[in-house]
DNA sequence: TTGCCACTTCAAGCCGGCTTGAGGTCAAGC
DNA sequence: GCTTGACCTCAAGCCGGCTTGAAGTGGCAA
C-alpha cells in the first residue's frame, strides 16, 4: 500500500492540485494521510473524480455531489436520477430548437435576418421565453 | 413618437430596468434620451432585446452579441451561426448521452450503482473526458 | 547542515451577468 | 413650494468553481 499522493493523483487524473485540495476543503474527497507534507489518498480517488465529474457533467453542484458521495461508496436516490434526467430532456428539447433555428438562419437567402421568417420565428420563442439563457455554472477560468 | 421610457420597457418586456441600465452600458442596446432622468428608447428597443435574448439562449456571450449588433439591423456572420449550430450539435450529444445514462442508472437494479455496467460505462466516458462539465456562463442570481 | 524545491496554508482574485445599496435628482401632484 | 417617489449614478456584492500569490514547512540530496 504505497498510497498515491497528491502530485501523482494530479497528473494520472489530470485534475490539478489546486483542485484537489479544493474538492477536499468541500469534502467530495479526503485525503487518508501525509507524506511529510504532501496529502496522501486511497487509490479509489480515482474512482471518486470520476464520480464528480460524472455529476458536474449532469448539471449537478459540487455541494449535491458532496450529499450524494458517502464513505463507503455512493449512495445515490434514483429519484435524483430521474429528476436530472428529465431536466437534461427539457435542456436537449431547447437546444434542438436553437440549433435547427441557427442553422436555418444562416442557410437562408434572406437578405437580412430580420427578413428571414424562420429567424423572426425563433426570436419571437426567445423573446416570449420559450427558449431558457444558459444559467448554469460557471466556468473556473 | 412617444418614446418608450426604461420602465415601460421593462414592464413590457420582462427585462429588468437595472439589466436595461447594464445593457446599454455594455453597449448592447442604447437609448434615445432622457425625459427628466428616465431613458427613453426607440421602439426597436424590443427587437433588439430579443435578439440578445436569442443570443444569449444560443450560448453567445454579452460581449459576442454587441459585437453583432449593428447601428441598423444586426449584421450577423452566418459563418458564426453555423458554428453556433455546430457547437450545439456536440452539446446536445453529450447531454443525450448523460440522459440515457442518468435514466438506466436510476432504472437498474444493481445493488449499488458501482455494480451497474452501464453506471460504469458512462463513469468512464466522464472520467476519460469524453463528456464535459458546463463550461457555461454562470447565473445571475 | 544546508539548500532546494515541491508541497503547504490562507486569503484574495477572476469570470459573466447581473443585483443591490447608498445617496442624489427630477417632474409631477397637492 | 414642498413632498413624494421613481428614476438616476456609482461602487460593491453575489454565485460557483476554481486559480493565484505570498509566505511557511518538510523531506531529501550534496
Known amino acids: 500500500m504505497n498510497y498515491p499522493d497528491i502530485s501523482e493523483v494530479a497528473k494520472l487524473s489530470g485534475?490539478?492540485?489546486s483542485t484537489l485540495r479544493y474538492y477536499?476543503?468541500?469534502g467530495l474527497i479526503s485525503s487518508n494521510g501525509r507524506r511529510g507534507l504532501k496529502r496522501t489518498?486511497?487509490?479509489d480517488i480515482y474512482e471518486k473524480l470520476g464520480l464528480i465529474a460524472l455529476g458536474r457533467a449532469a448539471g449537478f453542484t459540487l455541494d449535491e455531489i458532496a450529499a450524494m458521495m458517502s464513505p463507503d461508496g455512493p449512495r445515490i436516490d434514483r429519484g435524483r436520477?430521474?429528476?436530472k434526467a428529465d431536466e437534461l430532456d427539457e435542456k436537449i428539447r431547447q437546444l434542438t430548437?436553437?440549433?435547427d433555428g441557427l442553422r436555418h438562419a444562416s442557410a437562408c437567402r434572406a437578405p437580412s435576418h430580420m427578413e428571414c421568417p424562420s429567424f423572426r420565428r425563433i426570436?419571437?420563442?426567445a423573446t416570449s421565453g420559450r427558449i431558457a439563457?444558459?444559467?448554469n455554472p460557471a466556468p473556473g477560468k
Chains 1, 2 share one sequence.
Open 15 to 17: 485534475v490539478p492540485a
Open 24 to 26: 477536499e476543503e468541500k
Open 41 to 43: 489518498f486511497d487509490s
Open 81 to 83: 436520477l430521474t429528476e
Open 97 to 99: 430548437v436553437m440549433r
Open 123 to 125: 426570436l419571437r420563442a
Open 133 to 135: 439563457p444558459p444559467a
